[in-house]
């Protein structure tokens, strides 16, 4: 009896999570989505009233509609932010890759000792603010910031850059913001790697750069596939980032949703704009549990 009420303890909790800080609040997203906007508090209407009966509730299930849905596709600002979005997410992952699997490589490839101090420097950044590492950048990459003093100083250009309020900025930022969440999952597979198969790989007349294509790349892909997804996902809706490092042509969707929920105060267009985004976000998700299953199914 004692064993039933544990599994199903292992069971329930997760899905009681999930419903707790997912789905409730998905759904009251969603029916603000589906309102009007109106200058009161809350700021949209209609608002259910049970103190009315079941003519409150019918009434308040007949003031829902899709106009919000249907605003979004009228106005080019939305989804070139979403285009926007998607383009820099993507980039930025890439470029992410691009850093973190040499890192990650001699990472797994250290002597074994040296390891976990490399380890504990990865997740460092993760014990100071997240907003504090941003701003640190504001600092570093403004036109009087300490990278063009040093380039000025050593004689590598003749006038400041101009990188601040731009997108390669925001690149910047989340290039090194989500680095380490690129550096562990690839680290992990290589780390599980049987070395010998590199050793016979050699052996049979393969040099080390044929090698590394034909076995170690193909062996760390569920870590590449896993990295990426962790990259892509975040740095899609992300919004500190661009506000900060990002100009006023740095189109996010991000952006577009905070201005819609605190600058404007239309909150159905902003639920609106929300959900179209998880619906957008889905896809990845979807594809990232997948590679889970997949990779825990050949672990078994």
Request: with cysteine; aromatic share 14%.
């Amino acid at each position: 009896m004692r064993d039933r009420i544990a599994a199903l303890a292992i069971v329930v909790v997760p899905y009681y999570w999930l419903l707790a800080l997912f789905l409730v609040p998905f759904i009251i997203v969603l029916k603000i989505s589906l309102s009007d906007i109106a200058l009161a508090i809350p700021p949209y209407t209609p608002t259910l009233d049970l103190g009315e009966g079941w003519q409150g509730i019918k009434d308040f299930f007949a003031g829902l509609d899709f106009e919000n849905f249907e605003f979004l596709t009228t106005d080019d600002l939305y989804w070139k932010a979403y285009l926007s979005s998607v383009q820099i997410a993507f980039l930025s992952t890439v470029m992410t890759l691009l850093v973190g699997y040499p890192i990650a490589y001699g990472m797994a490839n250290a002597p074994t000792h040296w390891r976990p101090t490399l380890l504990m420097l990865v997740i460092l950044p993760f014990w100071t603010s997240f907003l504090i590492r941003v701003y640190s950048w504001m600092g570093i990459l403004s036109t009087e910031g300490y990278l063009n003093q040093v380039l000025m100083w050593t004689g590598v250009i003749s006038e400041p850059l101009t990188i601040f309020n731009t997108n390669v900025a925001v690149y910047i930022g989340i290039v090194y913001t989500y680095l380490p969440f690129m550096i562990l999952p690839i680290y992990a597979s290589l780390e599980r790697m049987d070395v010998s198969l590199l050793e016979a790989a050699e052996d049979l007349g393969c040099s080390r750069i044929s090698a590394f294509w034909l076995i170690t790349v193909p062996l760390s892909k569920s870590g590449i596939i896993a990295g990426s997804f962790l990259v892509f996902i975040p740095a899609l809706g992300e919004f500190v980032i661009p506000s900060l490092l990002g100009g006023s042509r740095t189109l996010m969707i991000g952006k577009v949703l905070w201005e819609e929920f605190f600058n404007n105060r239309d909150w159905p267009v902003a639920s609106a704009v929300a959900v179209v985004l998880l619906l957008i976000l889905i896809i990845p998700i979807i594809l990232f549990q997948r590679n889970q299953q997949k990779q825990r199914e050949a672990e078994g």
